[in-house]
């Protein structure tokens, strides 16, 4: 028997083995529509490990008719090591979101050509001239088609599988399918929700500027209570199917194209939380924007274009959403019939509005809470990482955690986006004293 | 092979049929714990069918020594008929829940003695001299333990089963188990929360008296408005296990003791849907206590019983939940890291009683919302059936559905349980304008 077929027997016998290069080549060279896709003789196919995410593997493989990305998923956190073990699953809840989101969202996520459950494995459509839109933003590029894209995305996802869309029935049996990665979202809740605020060895900031805002944090009860409401409705609201780390290292764009990858953290949860992470990762980028300014002014069209985007990315959700629950609400949630009549219209069309506002309310408060975790916790972003004079970064960060407070003590005094990107200029005008 | 051990063996190969008396007979012979329970010859067991709920069979079998209840789920809604298909795998469901509330609220319910998930059959300890308790109440009796032990089951079943006491994994997997009881909930969300304001065949009331408050509750759109809320709060809210039925014909009771039965309906939902529930059933007690008045007064001492146990259904229950939350906050969420010293605890304190609030809003909107179910719906209630005059009753009933539309429409205006109360005396007190 062939090595390469002694691979892919291996594998559908539920073995799970870390894959290196020449296996990858032998297990996709058995997989006919993958090897079609590359072209060529498999010995032809170019392999290049490229991973730079906090989790996974990821080879880019490509040949003389066309490329895929693949994606293996490790058995422990690769950020931190064999020390941090995390479940395989995870690779089957990326596949099964993946595929749900095609469904709901056709076109603006990856087509996934072929899952294997035992390898922890997806092979995908390789995403090019695409790049991660972080790094779009850290070079100041805007993006034309993301919001309209974005907002389609969460639209179409969020509305789309929630009560307002599909029955009880079906909205539990997703609830359930998804219900095994606790121990993705127990990251989540961990990192987000409760270590930036306390003393925990692997928080890190940049020292020293930000050590008494640090402090402040873990003192800060204030901040405590709020962070533990949100922590609690991550917890206990499951209102759709949601991505579960929708930040800009989670797209990828051209000038013309957007797609939405790496969903392992999906499970039914808040709305808000998605919606709160694209905006969080745009209000990073407009502050941390100043610290990648290279002549006076050259990234001022860019920091206009960004808080427009944060404007259009709930504005335009929101006309979405609305959308589809007028004409495509099939679910259980506010049926129809006890809204008949002119006046009963104009009141669930109220109603519609009150829901808005609810889900605008957690959307600031999630969206604090991403930016915070970014600053004091273990995982940090480019977008300030880049920043190479420490104190210079410092500054952005400690404007970021000045509008993030706000937001997550007081969401309830930001009622339209519009205060949220005055308060995003205000923080961006905003000197902290070390400065 | 004897027809006693093929019935057995049937049964374990997945065979359901409803069980007859001489079947059930042979069944129960060949289980050795229950044998020995009932005591003596097969023969001369006695087995009487008493359901007398909407949905199953149930069975008292005696023998020399002692009693046992079997209950076996039909696989349709008994009240309806067979044009009304329910699935049998409610049956495991209760098992589950009824071993779970054992569990976490020992010796408020029934011991399961066997199960049979195939046959949708579970045998439990026959309970004697125990009553339903709505028996008791239209009989005018008092319950001097009710107040303590369903207090003690509520805060510790809601409590122990949240994420106040258990991890977000453990939770998950909970949600994830109750998932499948999607028909049963079904029953809810079509029964209580849509059909009594919309013109649905099976909807009935006391008729010609309350055709003009049925009415102007199906145009009444506050109503339709709050109690959609109410729904998307049953949809969406897995706070905890809830029993899902908790009337007072889920009780049974004796002077000394409380026993919870019948969680077929139970799922991973909003807590303040079981505190409404024994509230709202009380308060129907008491507001139908005068229809079964015969002599001047002979209901005071019953009626000002009921209402302090409506007050201590609520008080008692909150000191016991808080005093839990104080002492096995073992889940994820609030972690006590980020309330340290002694300003820390106080602001998690005053955040308990904030929490309780809350609950206390979905309490009493739920309330509401299981009074109403039970004058204008499907299922109607023996507190009011059983009052003759047609008439009278609808005084009653009327007098039930003015204080439920308070509570409902405008559930942020009660901010106490003698708020509560006191609305309730003021119901009784108002004439409707056919009285």
């Not at 870390?18 to 997989?31: G, I, P, T």
Request: hydrophobic share 45%; net charge negative; glycine share 6%.
């Amino acid at each position: 028997m062939s090595s390469q077929r002694r691979s892919l027997v291996d594998s559908r016998h539920g073995e799970y083995r870390v894959l290196h290069e020449a296996d990858l080549r032998d297990y996709l060279a058995a997989l006919p529509e993958v090897a079609a896709r590359l072209g060529g003789a498999p010995a032809s196919w170019s392999i290049s490990e490229v991973g730079d995410g906090n989790l996974n593997l990821v080879f880019i493989v490509k040949g003389a008719a066309g490329g895929v990305a693949v994606k293996q998923a490790l058995p422990y956190v690769r950020l931190v090591g064999e020390s941090w073990p995390l479940p395989l699953s995870r690779s089957h809840y990326e596949y099964l979101a993946l595929t749900h989101q095609a469904r709901l969202a056709p076109g603006l996520v990856p087509d996934v050509l072929h899952h294997n459950e035992a390898l922890a494995l997806v092979v995908m459509e390789l995403l090019e001239p695409h790049i991660i839109m972080r790094k779009g933003l850290v070079a100041g590029t805007t993006y034309p088609r993301f919001v309209d894209d974005i907002t389609t995305f969460l639209a179409r996802t969020l509305f789309l599988s929630s009560d307002l869309a599909v029955t009880a029935a079906e909205k539990k049996e997703g609830i359930a399918a998804f219900a095994g990665n606790h121990a993705l979202c127990k990251i989540t809740e961990d990192l987000i929700f409760t270590d930036p605020y306390r003393i925990v060895e692997q928080n890190r900031w940049t020292q020293p500027w930000l050590d008494a805002i640090a402090a402040a944090f873990r003192e800060d009860l204030d901040l405590h209570v709020a962070i533990s409401r949100l922590k609690l409705k991550f917890l206990n609201a499951p209102e759709a199917l949601i991505h579960g780390d929708l930040h800009t290292g989670s797209i990828m764009v051209t000038e013309s194209q957007t797609k939405v990858i790496d969903p392992e953290f999906a499970f039914y949860g808040p709305m808000g939380f998605d919606i709160g992470a694209v905006i969080a990762n745009l209000l990073m980028a407009y502050l941390a924007s100043s610290g990648h300014k290279r002549s006076p002014g050259d990234r001022r069209a860019f920091e206009a274009w960004v808080l427009e985007t944060v404007e259009g990315a709930w504005t335009d959700f929101v006309r979405k959403f609305l959308e589809l629950w007028r004409t495509e609400a099939k679910g259980d949630a506010y049926p129809v019939t006890l809204f008949g009549g002119e006046a009963g219209a104009a009141r669930l069309e109220a109603e519609r509005q009150v829901y808005m506002a609810r889900l605008f309310q957690d959307t600031v408060g999630f969206s604090a809470a991403k930016i915070i975790r970014r600053i004091l916790g273990l995982a940090h972003n480019i977008d300030f990482e880049l920043i190479e004079d420490p104190k210079r970064r410092a500054i952005c960060e400690a404007r970021s955690l000045r509008l993030a407070r706000a937001m997550m003590v007081d969401a309830a005094s930001f009622r339209t986006i519009g205060a949220v990107t005055k308060a995003a200029r205000d923080a961006r005008d905003w000197q902290p004293d070390f400065a």
